[in-house]
């Protein structure tokens, strides 16, 4: 009986590693509540459903205002101790339609990653105007335990939409994105253990 319950506990262990793992550190990635419940915003950020796939319902949108210059979305989340690789993934539309003459509109997606003091950041994706328009949904592995081997405590993701020359013009682009997550990535040891776990757990009830 001892060796069953010992079992069964190390099981819901190693089922609270992989579920954390799992999570999304990110709060209101789908957007379906207001822009200010999880993020933050500067310059021209509303929150839309009017275009189709790959958003679903509702989204964000950078530079739908074209007197802006440069606009941000962005979320700061804890890193799990532990935890040395996220997996982001999002949605997003780029329209480019800028017309200032040599200023090209940007949008980006950053990941910024933070130990004290010290900080660096991540690009997870670029697109330029003018004339060009994709629209995709990108995922990317980002190794957060660049310090010696210590692992980052805190990161940041970042939407961005700018001009290169922000005091000669302002954005004519629209960026969107949708359906944001950010996950820690499992380790392989821990699937091995859980796996090992669960065929413990398997034969112990087969000798009952």
Avoid at 28 to 46: Q, R
């Amino acid at each position: 009986m001892r060796k069953y319950s010992v079992l069964v506990a190390v099981v819901f262990l190693l089922l609270g590693f992989t579920t954390t793992s799992q999570a999304n550190f990110i709060v209101n990635g789908d957007f379906d509540s207001p822009l200010s419940v999880g993020w933050i915003t500067s310059g021209d950020v509303d929150r839309e459903n009017t275009l189709g796939s790959p958003m679903s319902g509702y989204y964000a949108v950078l530079g739908s205002d074209t007197s802006s210059g440069a606009s941000f979305l962005r979320q700061s989340f804890a890193i799990p101790v532990g935890v040395d690789q996220l997996a982001v993934s999002f949605s997003y539309t780029f329209a480019g339609s800028d017309t200032a003459p040599f200023q090209a509109d940007t949008a980006l997606a950053a990941l910024k990653q933070s130990f004290w003091f010290f900080s660096t950041a991540n690009e997870l994706l670029e697109a330029s105007s003018p004339g060009d328009y994709s629209s995709g949904t990108y995922y990317g592995v980002v190794n957060v335990a660049n310090w010696f081997g210590i692992d980052a405590t805190t990161g940041e993701l970042i939407f961005s939409l700018y001009e290169s020359s922000p005091w000669l013009g302002s954005t004519n682009s629209l960026f969107a994105v949708d359906n944001v997550s950010v996950a820690a990535v499992p380790e392989p040891t821990t699937m091995l253990l859980l796996g090992l776990g669960l065929v413990g757990f398997a034969a112990t009830r087969r000798r009952k």
